[in-house]
Structure formats: C-alpha cells, structure tokens
C-alpha cells in the first residue's frame, strides 16, 4: 500500500510508523531484482529501441529473463578476477547491456559507470582512481566515437585488464544491419588489455548466480560527478543508498503497471537510481529511446508518439529537455500519461508553466545529486505543488538550511524561509566517506553527519525546499554575492527564450561582473540588445542586470542537461582578455582557455610579435583574476 504523502506532516507520520530498516527487507541487488521476479516474473522489465522512430524494432526484457541476464553478467565479472571490492566500469551509451552492466557489476563486485562524452584523458583518470579491473564499452560503430575514446583511455589506465565489447548492431534490422557492417570503421588497439565480446561471454554463464553473495551493506558503486564546474570527483554508493532511491518512488507513486520513459544516459545517477532501482523495486517498466536519449537524431520530433507506442505513465526528463518539449506539438495520444518528473537541475517558473500549459501533464520537480545517492525530496503529487519548489523532503530524508565554516562545523541553524547551503542526512549519505578520494571529503559534512551539498536554499513555512543558486556558482561582484538564478529567471520570461545561462565574467574594478548566456526558442528571433533591455526591467537588483548578453546556437549541456557553466566561463574569459590585449596593442593572441586540476581556468596565450614581454602582458591581464600562461611555456 502506497503512502499518498502531501504535507510535512503526512512524511512525519510514515517516519513515526517504522523504521526505514523495517520497511526494506531486501539488503542487496539481486536480492531485490530476485522479490520483483518472484512477484513480476513475465512482466516487461526494460526496453531499449536503436532509433527514434515510434514503429522501429526494440528489445524487451521481462523480469525473469533479466534476472537471468543479471545473474550470468555478475557471473561474467567474478570469472574475469572481480571480488566484492574489485570495479567493473562500463563506458556506454543506452542500452540494455548498460543495464546488465550496471546491475551485474554490483552484484559482481563495484560498478563504476563512465560518460563516454568525457575526454580519453578524463576517462582515464576515473579509471586509474577506481583501479577498474574491467571495461564494458562499445565496439566500434559507425558515428560513434567511444570505443575509438576508450582505446585511448585504457592505454593511459594499465590497470585494465578485459575490454568487453558490446556491439549495437544486434539491434539493428536490415538493410541498417548491413549498413553498419560496410561502414563499421577500423580500431586500432593500442592497449595491452584483453578484448572479447560482452554477449559472446555472458551467454556462456549460468543463469544463477555461481556464487554467494555477502549481504553486507558495502559499498557497490561509484559515480564521478557530472562536472559542471570543475574536474570530476568519484562518490561512493552503499547497497541501502540504492535501495532507498528504489523504494522513495514507489511508497509514493510508482506501481507495478506503470511505464516509465527515460531519456537520460545510465551513467547518471538520475537514470541508474530513481528510475531503473525504483523498476526494480515496483516492478514497473523502463523504456529507454536511442543509445543517446534525448540528444538521439529524431528523439524530440517523435516524443509522444513514443509515450503513446509504450503506453508511458511517467516521463523523465530535466529542464533544458522541458525547454524543448514545449515546442513539439503533442500529436499522440498520450492519456495514461500522469506526470513529469524532472529533476537535475532547478527548473524556472516560466518553463514550469509553458510546459503544464502546453502539455496538461503535471511536473513533479525533484532534487537529488550524486554525493547522496540521489533522493533527497519531490514535489508531492497528492495535494499542493509549489511552483519553483524542489518539494517536500522525502521520509526518512533530514534536510537543514545551514551556515556552516569551511571546516563544516555549524554557524547556525537558518530560520524559515532564510537562505543558507542545503545539507542532508538520510541513507544514501555516507557520512564521512561520500567520495573515494578522503581528502575531499575534508570540510564536506555539517556538525560531520549532514552532506554540504553546496546547493544554496531555503525551507518555507510547510516544509517546502527551494533552491535559490550554487554557493560555487555566485557572482561576486566587488563583495556583493549575485544568485545567477534570478537572471537567469527573468530571461525565462522572454518568449523567445529556451534557456539561459548566468555567469561572471572577468571585469579589472569589479572582479567579475554578471554576463548572461542566451539558447532560443527554435524558430524566434530577439536582438541581444533587445534581452539586455528586458532583463534591465525584470531585474530588480540592480548589481544583478547583465554587462553582456549573448545568443549561442546551443548552451553547452552535460548528458542530462545540466548547463556547463565552466564552458561560459571559458567564452567569457576568452573574449574579455582577447579584447583587452587588442585594446591595449599587444603582440599577443589568446590561443584557448583551459581548466587546470590545481589553478581552475588558465588563459593560454601566443606570441604576434618578437616584442611582446611577459611584463607587457601582466600590464594587461594582471589585473584579472584568472591566471594566463604561454602556449610554448
């Protein structure tokens, strides 16, 4: 029986009746994938279709056939050497391999899933931090790139041992499967790892589980983050972490009839955890369109005729895809659709709206992040939703609005509706060893039991969660903190406007000052001039209104949406120096803008001329704050 939760005081109640201990039972993976067969054995489980076309071939697995699957990809693992702390990585796309892989290298021992977009340099040093014995990865194929990526990386992480290959001509039908064996392109292995084939070898293991499991809570999982400001970090999941993200939605929402679409990459938390675990608790389905989700050719153009074709009564998406969403027509019928969940980043109001407004579907906005396993609170879908609001803290979830020191000891406690950093304590924090490197988790946890999420909010009157900025994303304008959020708000009021990204931009008086970013709507035309005039009036805060507007074909997103605001920076940065040496006549030219691990953003520069110093250069640039070097050192 689902609790129907609606106020602080309904989450109070189910908190008061048990504990979370008593409510899950199962303590593993598979021991939970074992009660959902059991229950659910002919059930469809997960669908994953190549392309986007509402009538192309996909492939089901129901709950019997992928606990079998399950069982012979951990057995696959423990036969290539990997033990209960030994890591399986899989650098792959959508597909139901990345299920098998996800949910056997758990069983198996720890899984580390990878984003194959990431560099061969960053995948490596994910690779060599987690000491991954195995890779699971794409063969090649055509117009992908990844196991050309990963070939690269594995040479550079010579703890590799076995690349297993998965190859997605499997799910392809003629003529496309003889399409792809003439242009399949050539790989020139430059690693010492051994390579065979992921279906090859799994289908030679039992469909039971060769060995027995501890059922210790241990750690089963690791995730580096997603980047968005900074090199990547590897956090650490428990088996009751996971669990708890499977159980969260299904005491409220989900059920065993329901279809969820998921358009986000298996990499990220959002899809490994609230949606494929909350499945493999309820029992419902998953479907996943295309290996690149939203970003796979045709995805948006087809949306809802693929929710009609599956019957879909959750659809999963973040807030530059629900940018998108509003500007497809809804050709389908889509009525066993009841909600949205949307989650990853903070939606604005005005995208709220347009999307309600255009689709009649009901978002219920979400908040989570990969330091917690993900959950940590929903807007309820029984009684109020709070436009602008992450919601009501999941149970068993203590959230508290915090000032804290850098040492994370607590300044104070916020009062209702003041803001201070959201901190977390529920089972999928591991306090004190959130990440696998220890000297990161220096300073992370308040009063040393509540994860600084460095998410900056505030908690209303009914226990409402709002998220107001990133604490690391704040422009700091000569002392005056400005929240990117409030332009980036009032730009989503412009019609013309898909999305916005706020960020400081180098200024010599100020340290930074705002400069805004701007995606439109497909199809609308707006002058730069004409937002700088529109933000100047939907802007109260005077600091706060934009020194620079600009229009990009494209904001830089990660995987799941998030913009990259590092890569604005990076634009601003280049265009502010640039500007300044051609003012200035020096011989110099600015060649690109990096991200050092130790010094952040590092402006690289040539010579133009034989006369230029380095004395000239700093007359320049020293008095911004990000450092600038030479190409040729």
Known sequence: MQNHISTMADVRAVEAEKTYAERVGERTLFEQITSTEAAHGARPAVTFQLRSGPKEPAETLNWTQLKARVAQTANLFRSL????????????????????????????????????????????????????????????????????????????????????????????????????????????????????????????????????????????????????????????????????????????????????????????????????????????????????????????????????????????????AVAKLVQVPVNADVSRLKYALCGSAALPVESFRKFEKTTGVKILEGYGMTEATCLVSINPAFGETKIGSVGLPFPYSNVRILHCAPDGSIIKDCATDEVGEICVQNPGVIAGATYLDADKNKGLFAGGTHLRTGDLGRIDADGFIFITGRAKD?????????????????????????????????????????????????????????????????????????????????????????????????????????????????????????EDKKRGLVARLSRTGEDVTDEAVTAVLGSFARPWEWQDG
């Open 81 to 320: 050497g990997v033990g209960e702390k030994d890591v399986v990585a899989y650098i792959l796309p959508n597909c139901n391999e990345a299920v098998l892989s996800f949910l056997g290298g758990a069983t198996a021992g720890i899984v580390n899933p990878i984003n194959p977009t990431l560099s061969p340099e960053h995948i490596a040093a994910i690779l060599r931090e987690t000491k991954a014995r195995v890779v699971v990865t794409l063969a090649p194929f055509p117009k992908a790139d990844v196991a050309q990526k990963v070939d690269a990386a594995v040479a550079l992480a010579p703890n590799v041992q076995t690349v297993l290959q998965v190859d997605l001509k499997r799910y392809a039908k003629p003529p496309l499967s003889w399409i792809v064996s003439l242009i399949r392109p050539k790989l020139q292995v430059t690693h010492k790892a051994n390579i065979a084939s992921f279906e090859a070898e799994v289908a030679r293991q039992p469909e039971t589980l060769s060995f027995a499991e501890n059922l210790s809570d241990r750690i089963a999982a690791y995730f580096h983050t997603g980047g968005t400001t900074g090199m990547p970090k590897v956090a650490q999941h428990r088996f009751s972490g996971m669990l708890y993200n499977g159980w969260c939605p299904t005491d409220q929402i989900i059920a065993e009839d329901d279809v969820m679409f998921c358009p986000l990459p298996m990499f990220h938390v959002f899809a490994a955890y609230p949606i494929l675990m909350t499945c493999v608790r309820s029992g419902a389905h998953m479907v996943m369109p295309t290996p690149a989700g939203y970003r796979g050719d045709g995805v948006y153009d087809n949306f809802w005729k693929l929710l009609e074709r599956y019957g879909v009564t959750f659809m999963v998406t973040v807030p530059t």
């Open 474 to 594: 704040l422009i700091i304008r000569g002392g005056h903190n400005i929240d990117p959020a409030v332009i980036e708000e009032a730009l989503a009021g412009h019609d013309c406007v898909a999305l916005s990204g706020a960020i400081g931009q180098p200024d010599a008086h100020s340290g930074e000052v705002p400069c805004v970013y701007v995606e439109l709507v497909a199809g609308k035309t707006v002058t730069e001039a004409e937002l700088l005039e529109f933000a100047t009036k939907h802007i109260d805060e005077r600091a706060a209104v934009p020194k620079h507007v600009e229009i990009l074909p494209e904001l830089p997103k990660t995987a799941v949406g998030k913009v990259l605001k590092n890569e604005l920076r990076k634009l601003a940065i280049a265009r502010i120096y640039a500007g300044a040496l051609e003012k200035a006549g020096v011989n110099a030219r600015l060649v690109e803008v990096y």
